[in-house]
Structure formats: structure tokens, C-alpha cells
Nanobody, 117 residues
Framework: QEQLVESGGGLVQTGGSLRLSCAASRTIFALSTMGWYRQAPGKQRDLVAT???????MYADSVKGRFTISRDNANNTMYLQMNSLKPEDTAVYYC???????????WGQGTQVTVSS
């Protein structure tokens, strides 16, 4: 079973910044579209951003201009730089690796992000 290892969550004030990281194995990382999703209490899990193996990015409208997704192919790690954080960004953030080539879909354990007002 593939493991996606997340880190970087925490508590921050409104307007602050955090950077999330997600590490995967080399094969999974190279052949997957990587993404971040989030789930607030009582709500469904929603897409935040994705980045393809060719580094094409996509963002939810709610985070455009504030969040930046990137990937370091040399270190098999994906990042989510979150700036200008708002209380509505509070959620558990999950890393995802999805590959049509490998017929795989893996999730991280989740990391809590809390933005205080």
C-alpha cells in the first residue's frame, strides 16, 4: 500500500501563511497527478488544487490567487503554499496521488489547518 506522507499543517491567524508538503514514492509520484483536497467539519471533501505530471495546475476558485501548488520531481514531493489564509480555509487537508497509467488512487492521512479570526 502506497504511503503519502503529509506535513505542514497547524494554527495560523487570518492573513497568515502555511506550506503543506506531501511525499510519495518515486514511481507513484512520477506517474501521478498530485492534488490537495480539504474537508471541513460536516462538509464534503472538496478539491483545492491539482498538478499533473507535466506540471499543469488547476485551482478551486476559492483559492485562486492565494494558494500555489508545486512539485519537486527530484525529491518526489508536492507542496501547497497557502497565503492570505481565511477562517473558511480551516479544514483537514488531504494529499492525493491519482494515476491512470497505474490505475491507482492514493490518499494521505490528512493534516489539520486551522485559521483563527
Amino acid at each position: 500500500q502506497e504511503q503519502l506522507v503529509e506535513s505542514g499543517g497547524g494554527l495560523v491567524q487570518t492573513g497568515g501563511s502555511l506550506r503543506l508538503s506531501c511525499a510519495a514514492s518515486r514511481t507513484i509520484f512520477a506517474l501521478s497527478t498530485m492534488g490537495w483536497y480539504r474537508q471541513a467539519p460536516g462538509k464534503q471533501r472538496d478539491l483545492v488544487a491539482t498538478i499533473s505530471s507535466g506540471s499543469r495546475t488547476m485551482y478551486a476558485d476559492s483559492v485562486k490567487g492565494r494558494f500555489t501548488i508545486s512539485r519537486d520531481n527530484a525529491n518526489n514531493t508536492m507542496y501547497l503554499q497557502m497565503n492570505s489564509l481565511k477562517p473558511e480555509d480551516t479544514a483537514v487537508y488531504y494529499c492525493n496521488a491519482r494515476s491512470r497509467t497505474l490505475y491507482s488512487d492514493y490518499w494521505g492521512q490528512g493534516t489539520q489547518v486551522t485559521v483563527s479570526s
